[in-house]
Each structure stands twice: as C-alpha cells, then as structure tokens.
C-alpha cells in the first residue's frame, strides 16, 4: 500500500511483464479505493461508478481475471438507464458482477440485464437485489 502510482512509473520496466500488470493492478486499485471512500463521503454516485467500471477493466486487462460473461453482463449493465458502476466481484474467473443502480431503475435494470444477457450469450443470468444499509455495528448485550 505504500507505493504510489508514480513511484510505481520509476521501476515498472525493472519487473517481468506479467509481475508488472499485477502490480499496476494492484497500486491503482488503492488508489481507486481511496477515490471511492472520497467520491461516496461527497455523495458523488457517478463518480463512485466510474471508479467501479475502471476497476472491472484493470481486473480484465491486467490482472486477467474476468471473463467473456462477466464483460458481457458489465457491458450490457453500462447501457441499462439507471446503472451508475458495474464490476465483476469476487476471486474472478467466472461468478458474478456487483451493479450499482438507481433504486427507481432497479426493476426495468434487471429486466435490461436479464434479457440483454439471454440475447448475447443465449444463457440465463440470475440477478438478485439487494438494497444498501447501514452497515454492521455493535451492540452490548
């Protein structure tokens, strides 16, 4: 975590290719993180949801873990109204993407998604809603 995208730059071509795109991976995705801790303490939706479209393009292009069905269910998410940020979720390699959705949208979203999916792959995606909440806390008993 302590490496900084430009120090990162200083040493890049030192590393064998592949040691290379991980890192690169890696040193941005801190870096998106804080952007998206910044962009969501400002209420900044959109750019939370460019932060989550890069993300999913730096897990495809250089950490190589998405695939073909995932990018298709980020890129048929990208073009649904109401969609703000979509990236795969998970270890990659398959599974499943994480989309974030104007709660108004989130029906007609699914029904996009659903629909989108079955014409470009002729498969069946299952979709679950789920709604944001406060998150955990604790409590004494």
């Known amino acids: 975590r302590d490496v ?12 064998p290719p592949t040691v290379r795109l991980r890192a690169e991976h890696v040193i941005n995705e801190i870096e998106r993180v804080h952007s998206a801790v910044t962009a969501l303490r400002k209420g ?6 460019a932060l989550m479209f890069a993300g999913h393009s730096s897990l495809r292009d250089l950490y190589n873990v998405s695939t ?6 980020v890129e048929i ?20 993407t994480i ?10 979203f699914i029904q996009g998604l659903e629909g989108g999916y079955l ?23």
Do not use: H, M
């Open 44 to 49: 900044d939706k959109e750019k939370f949801g």
């Open 68 to 73: 073909p069905e995932l990018d298709s269910l």
């Open 4 to 15: 900084t995208p430009a120090a990162f730059d200083k040493y890049r071509r030192n590393l």
């Open 99 to 108: 989309n974030l959705v104007d709660g108004a949208n989130s029906e007609d």
């Open 119 to 141: 014409r470009k792959t002729g498969r069946a995606a299952k979709v679950y809603l789920c709604k944001a909440s406060q998150g955990a806390s604790s409590i004494n008993l």
């Open 77 to 96: 998410a990208r073009d649904l109204p109401g969609c703000i940020g979509a990236r795969l979720t998970g270890a990659g390699f398959g599974g499943s």
